[in-house]
């Protein structure tokens, strides 16, 4: 397991970009596809989630940047890194996509219905490119488009809608909950299904989901999530026909939902910013000095057998003589598989080893060192 150190900063950052960029896209969404009167009747409060989510977005792609030049050691660097790198291409990119998004929701072009949709998913994408998807090729940084494009429509209304059904007319507020009670049931299983598709890539086995700090922030995320679908349903189940009865005064269920989506957003935040795991590998090769030896060799995994070759030589070069017997221990789940591997000839070592696949803690005690390595044993 690697526990890599972890940078709160770029936490925050991430949380901050999903939350305005799900705030500048769900204020459009929402405006345009669910709840366009709703939108009319509260034009400034829209704009205000617009306007803030465009800020903070903007804001966190801004500081980003300039926590990473930061980071490389020289804050003056920040336009050569806009201009001639390709993640500052990228962060500079999705600024002026920001803008255009922005400028499109104040009526800036004609040709809206053509525009946004496409200038918005490009957003999203720039998003996904910048990802742990983003560096595991086409088929998952589009997944990571799915789950975002899902996420930001469904949740982004959400938000739009808890902040602007106060004080709007029952019946604009009852067309915009049907619209969006339909696409969320659409957009859970479209978020949920590319969620687990991200999730099996990113983690590469059952045991990291507990074993690893990134497997752990994703629990806790999905922890948030739980709550979000239990809201959901209850929207569905009990606020849904009582809106239609008129038999209710208000959305506060819908606020609630908003405000327990925000959390999802900081853990996703949380979650993009933790290294994932690094699968452990099913072949090492061994090679290095302790004290007056040198070992060379190859600690091999296929399905159902571990294998291993050594070699042991003097500095010069001889093979060690006399040559020692080395204990060989392979640790699963806290049981032991244990050999003394005797020399063949000339201080070589070579052995066969079945066991039933999983992760291996394997130890070697040379005679002045003990070598310790991960190894992953697939299965059949
Ligand atoms: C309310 C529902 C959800 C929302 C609003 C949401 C939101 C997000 C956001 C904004 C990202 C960042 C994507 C990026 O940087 O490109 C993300 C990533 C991710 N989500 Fe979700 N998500 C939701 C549900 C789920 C579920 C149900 C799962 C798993 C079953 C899941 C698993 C993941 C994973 C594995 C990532 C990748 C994070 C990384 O880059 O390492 N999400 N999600």
Same mark, same amino acid.
């Not at 009526?107 to 004609?110: V, Y």
């Given at each position: 397991m690697h526990h890599q150190g972890h940078d709160l900063t770029q936490s925050y950052i991430q949380a901050a970009l999903y939350l305005g960029v799900f705030a500048l896209l769900g204020a459009g969404f929402f405006a345009r596809y669910i709840g366009p009167e709703v939108a009319r009747a509260q034009a400034w409060r829209l704009w205000y989630l617009l306007s803030l989510g465009f800020l903070l977005a903007l804001g966190a792609t801004v500081y980003g940047s300039y926590h990473a030049v930061w980071m490389l050691g020289d804050p003056s660097l920040l336009l050569e890194y806009w201009t001639e790198t390709s993640q500052g291409n990228l962060l500079a990119a999705r600024a002026v996509l920001m803008l255009a998004l922005l400028g499109l929701s104040l009526? !800036?072009? &004609?040709f809206d219905r053509w525009l946004w949709p496409p200038l918005a998913l490009a957003l999203l994408l720039s998003l996904a490119l910048n990802s742990h998807a983003g560096t595991k090729g086409p088929a998952i940084y589009l997944t990571d488009l799915v789950h975002l494009a899902f996420g930001a429509a469904w949740a982004g209304s959400v938000l739009a809608l808890a902040l602007t !059904?106060? &004080?709007?007319r029952f019946e604009a507020v009852r067309v915009a909950l049907e619209r969006l009670s339909k696409l969320g049931l659409i957009s859970v299983v479209g978020v949920g299904l590319a969620g687990v598709v991200l999730a099996v890539v990113q983690l590469g086995g059952w045991d990291n989901l507990f074993g690893s700090r990134y497997g752990r922030t994703l629990l806790l995320k999905l922890g948030a999530v739980a709550a979000v679908l239990a809201v959901a349903a209850v929207n569905r189940r009990w606020l849904m026909p009582r809106v239609r009865q008129k038999a209710v005064r208000g959305l506060g269920t819908v606020s609630l939902e908003a405000l327990l989506l925000v959390l999802v957003l900081a853990l996703s935040g949380l979650l993009a910013s933790t290294e994932p795991p690094t699968p452990a590998p099913h072949r090492l090769s061994l090679e290095g000095n302790t004290g007056a030896q040198r070992y060379s060799g190859q600690l091999y995994a296929e399905a159902g057998q571990v294998q291993l070759q050594l070699e042991l030589r003097d500095l010069r070069g001889q093979p060690l003589n006399p040559a020692p017997a080395i204990p060989l221990r392979l640790v699963k789940d806290g049981e032991a598989v244990e050999q003394t591997l005797q020399p063949l000839q000339r201080a070589q070592y070579r052995t066969t080893i079945q066991v039933p696949p999983g992760t291996y803690e394997v130890t070697l005690a040379l005679p002045e060192e003990t070598l310790e390595y991960t190894l992953v044993v697939p299965a059949r």
């Open positions: 009526g !800036w072009a &004609r !059904w106060p &004080r709007t």
